[in-house]
T-cell receptor, first 115, second 114 residues
């Protein structure tokens, strides 16, 4: 089954304790992306990756890191989490076409609480 | 990347047709228009995508005027299960080069009642 998986689904942590949220897709997609969703603000893109070893900033990259060492995986790293990073996080993947826009497949979400 | 503007919320009743309009005045020549549906605590799900004129699939239609500065998602005969947030996204993913940042708007909360 084609899917995007994220782990963990729920996480409560404390300020400053490094954490990683994993994302994996089994569709051989080049494009992967991380979003955060907060009430009243919709979905905001954190980082995206066009392919292995190619990453770029989205609209809200501060406080986050990513890496793309393998095509299928795109982990989101919070080196020193702060309470303002409490949010619902989504990973997504897509296969760009040479013309137009391929649909994004989203993971189930990770609800992160930073105390 | 084109900024999008949608109504914050809409209300409807079962069996009615719902039209949600998205404004994207600075859409670029290569940009496509894509709509997603999101239920609470789930990731968005693709509904429909188009470039110009009209596109129809089994769940919705997308109307895009000639100037492409707006688009309208049409949901025929909605049911309670169509209660969700609907996002309009304008952009293009290209294989090479940069500029592949994607920006969602705040979405439209559709509430369908009996």
């Amino acid at each position: 089954e084609a899917q995007v998986t994220q782990n963990p689904r729920y996480l409560i942590t404390v300020t400053g304790k490094k954490l990683t949220v994993t994302c994996s897709q089994n569709m051989n997609h080049e494009y992967m992306s991380w979003y955060r969703q907060d009430p009243g603000l919709g979905l905001r893109q954190i980082y995206y990756s066009m392919n292995v070893e190619v990453t770029d900033k989205g609209d809200v990259p501060e406080g986050y890191k990513v890496s793309r060492k393998e095509k299928r995986n795109f982990p989101l790293i919070l080196e020193s989490p702060s309470p303002n990073q409490t949010s619902l996080y989504f990973c997504a993947s897509s296969k760009p076409r040479d013309r137009g826009f391929s649909e994004q497949y989203f993971g189930p979400g990770t609800r992160l609480t930073v105390l | 990347l084109a900024k999008t503007t949608q109504p914050i919320s809409m209300d409807s009743y079962e069996g009615q047709e719902v039209n949600i309009t998205c404004s994207h005045n600075n859409i670029a020549t290569n940009d496509y228009i894509t709509w997603y549906q999101q239920f609470p605590s789930q990731g968005p799900r693709f509904i429909i995508q188009g470039y110009k004129t009209k596109v129809t699939n089994e769940v919705a239609s997308l109307f895009i005027p000639a100037d492409r500065k707006s688009s309208t998602l049409s949901l025929p005969r909605v049911s309670l299960s169509d209660t969700a947030v609907y996002y309009c996204l304008v952009g293009d993913l290209i294989l090479t080069g940069g500029g592949n940042k994607l920006t969602f708007g705040t979405g439209t909360q559709l509430k369908v009642e009996l």
